[in-house]
């Protein structure tokens, strides 16, 4: 359990806010993961209202689509992506 935790502890020095650059590798009802550049991984939920649908998710995933991520939370820890678009 003591390796859980530090785990945890080491992900959560992510700020809990800001602004990603990458490319969505997985969807999943409104879950999504974001790859960046360097080969990290962010998860996020789709925040609503940010007028971007699960269908644009799937077609940038698809597609392998760069996109740009504005979340609120620590990713991974509960984030909210407030807007997601094309650069």
Not at 44 to 73: I, K, S
Request: charged share 25%.
């Amino acid at each position: 359990m003591k390796q859980r935790q530090s785990i945890f502890s080491r992900r959560a020095d992510l700020p809990d806010h800001g602004h990603l650059h990458g490319t969505i590798t997985l969807v999943q009802e409104d879950r999504f993961r974001l790859e960046d550049d360097l080969g990290r991984g962010y998860l996020f939920t789709l925040g609503r209202g940010n007028g971007v649908g699960l269908r644009q998710l799937h077609a940038w995933c698809d597609d392998g689509q760069p996109v740009e991520v504005e979340y609120q939370g620590a990713p991974d820890l509960g984030a909210v992506a407030v807007r997601v678009w094309e650069p």
